[in-house]
């Protein structure tokens, strides 16, 4: 049987929002409906544009916010049993921007052994100060920055302080939301490997969110295609990458702009806008959007389907 | 044919309570008329301090020198900032990476294009927006005279950034200079934008300057690339030599290092450029790639600082001469 490190079971998270002084309230269903498993020792590479429940997502997992419905397992034990400590010891995060995500009034290490003091988890200073000098050498970061502060390092040895902050407690959980995005390229690919090496060195599973879909095919085991607060596609990396099925899968993959001088830019068929998450689409979310809309799309919103560990939902899917 | 732009040994130094940095050193390229160059770099190669200088909109702190910067047979350097700003948003127009922030939110849509046209040329504003109007139907905005009496946060990242592209063609301009047009858009809206300023960019045959770090969008619209590292050219050719035959290690480097589905193989390392990218303060001497360099040499500190030029338009900066890539 496999073993889930992280599993959740149809959540749902709505907002209230204003539509206007006169106009009352709307709900916006920032996540709408959404099951997803991570195995144990996998990275699950979470894409999809702005705005479409990624980060929101995160944040019920890590219980940054109180789903609306639905139920979140880690390890198997259903979450609102626990207690946000509890949950803390095994999920950490590693946030987007290394710039606004570390107290800049704290040292290195002290940001680094925060969550060790938060959790009551050392014996003492000494226990303090070695546990953090291991995890800055796993990490790649050199000992003298121990007593610098962030405004002292540059963007890559910020993010490896974050990695190394979210790893210190032996967490089994990473979740990761787009960790390389504000880095440069060459910089980026030093935290990938990063990333790649801890995993393996450590028995990690990552929930890696990204909106760059090469950066998520190099480093995913499964991916999963978020549209409008819904999976719309979810497989095997390989296989999905391989063989898309959703329209939106294969909009996103032509996106991709792959350094090859003899290809032109692509053309994509993606007319209109990404929808108002207030005044969502009727029937299929995707439908005005996509090249292969027909008259069903537009009235029927798509059961998901499921066949050979692949999950597509769409009326007319390729390669299924 | 002479260029539309051409820029010779332009240097920016800014005066930092830190001590001077040289953020461009000795920067020569040129500009044809409906071809697009590309400045490559990360963060802090100087490649948006050269578009502020060609713009002259420097910051108080930066000094530039240069022998010249010839803009359509008019040496840019030797006006005084009154027959510059003549020149600037009119005949060349620059679009900045953050639609966000360069749109002024307390104005309309309509009326910044407006004003970018009433600004520079004696038209009535009835023709200014008609031209307004037109400007936004070619870069794809639909229902456009209800969208000029918008405010720019009622609009979407990717239709600011057309509105931005709108706006720089107000006045027909013979230059555009895009300082990462698409980095804060999603991957779908940065094809569609880097399409349509393409098209738009053969229609009206303008030249384009196009600076980013995505090799990817380089690839895909640039005739000519330069590449930056800390100030300097290290690299410049047209846009087959540099992908298919990268010289320089940083080249080199910066390829490996991006992950390209179909190329990569999945979970394997990727290539990487050990360090980060130094801060160009004080005295300068030697390659400034040469602390992350994996083939550096102990020439490497004391030569290489001039260009080797191999034909008219490629050259690479660096001692070791050129593997012949077997690809």
């Known amino acids: 049987m496999i073993e889930y490190a992280l599993q959740t079971e149809n959540i749902k998270k709505e907002y209230i929002v204003s539509g206007g002084i006169f106009r009352g309230n709307k709900p916006l269903k920032a996540v709408n409906g959404v099951s997803l498993s991570i195995p144990k020792g996998s990275i699950l590479g979470l894409v999809g544009e702005s705005g479409c429940g990624k980060t929101t997502i995160a944040k019920l997992i890590l219980g940054l916010e109180k789903k609306t419905s639905g139920k979140l397992y880690i390890g198997g034990k259903e979450i609102s049993a626990m207690s946000n400590k509890q949950v803390a010891r095994i999920i950490q995060p590693v946030f987007q921007d290394p710039y606004s995500s570390l107290n800049p009034r704290k040292s290195i290490a002290k940001i680094i052994s925060l969550p060790l003091r938060a959790q009551g988890l050392a014996n003492g200073a000494a226990d303090i100060e070695k546990k953090v000098d291991d995890i800055m050498e796993i990490v790649g970061l050199a000992p003298r920055l121990k007593h610098n502060y962030p405004n002292q390092l540059s963007g890559g040895q910020r993010q490896r302080v974050a990695v190394a902050r979210a790893l210190i407690m032996r967490p089994e959980v990473v979740l990761c939301d787009e960790p390389t995005s504000a880095l440069d390229v060459s910089v980026q690919a030093q935290i990938l490997n990063m990333l790649l090496d801890l995993r393996a060195e450590l028995n990690l599973t990552y929930l890696f969110i990204s909106h760059d879909l090469a950066v998520v095919e190099h480093i995913a085991t499964h991916v999963a295609v978020m549209y409008l607060g819904r999976i719309v596609e979810e497989g095997q990396a390989e ?82 | 044919m002479s260029a539309l732009l051409e820029v010779k040994h332009l240097n920016v130094d800014l005066n930092l309570p830190a001590g001077m940095l040289h953020a461009v050193r000795d920067v020569s390229f040129s500009v044809q008329k409906g071809k697009t160059l590309s400045l490559v770099g990360e963060s802090g190669c100087g490649k948006s301090m050269i578009a502020l200088a060609i713009m002259g909109l420097l910051p108080p702190s930066g000094i530039c020198h240069a022998e010249k910067i010839a803009f359509e047979g008019d040496d840019l350097l030797k006006m005084d900032e009154k027959k510059l700003s003549t020149f600037r948003g009119a005949r060349m127009a620059m679009i900045f990476q953050e639609p966000m922030t360069s749109l002024d939110p307390c104005y309309t849509i309509g009326n910044q294009l407006v004003e970018a046209l009433t600004e520079h040329k004696k038209v009535s504003a009835k023709e200014a927006k008609e031209r307004a109007v037109f400007l936004l139907e070619k870069v794809g905005i639909t229902g456009s005279s209800s969208r000029l009496k918008q405010y720019p946060h009622q609009l979407s990242g990717g239709l600011r950034q057309r509105i931005m592209i709108a706006m720089g063609l107000m006045c027909g301009p013979s230059l555009i200079i895009a300082d990462e047009p698409t980095t804060a858009l999603d991957v779908t809206i940065q094809a569609q934008i ?61 390829m490996e290092c991006i992950p390209v589905p179909g190329k990569t193989k999945p979970g394997e390392k990727l290539g990487s450029i050990p360090g980060i990218v130094p801060t160009p303060i004080g005295d300068l001497w030697g390659c400034s790639f040469r602390n992350r360099c994996s083939l550096a040499k102990q020439e490497c500190a004391t030569r290489g600082l001039e260009l080797t030029k191999i034909s008219d338009k490629r050259s690479f900066r660096c001692v070791i001469p050129p593997v012949e890539t077997t690809e």
């Open chain 1, 239 to 320: 296989d999905l990458f391989s063989n898309p099925s959703h329209p939106y899968t294969q909009a996103l993959l032509a996106s991709v702009l792959t350094p090859d001088p003899e290809l032109g830019l692509p053309e994509i068929q993606l007319g209109i806008e990404y929808p108002n998450p207030i005044d969502p689409p009727s029937g299929c979310s995707f439908h005005p959007r996509c090249a292969k809309c027909q008259e069903k799309c537009s009235v029927l919103a798509p059961e998901p389907i499921v066949k050979d560990g692949k999950l597509v939902e769409c009326h007319y899917p390729d390669n299924f």
């Open chain 2, 194 to 254: 880097m399409e349509l300023l393409s098209s738009i960019q053969q229609e009206f045959n303008m030249g384009m300057i196009l600076i980013t770090h995505d090799l990817g969008v380089v690839s895909r619209v640039a005739d000519d690339v330069v590449i930056m590292y800390c100030g300097q050219v290290v690299e410049t050719g047209n846009i087959n030599e540099i992908f298919n035959n990268p010289i320089h290690p940083y080249t080199r480097g910066l």
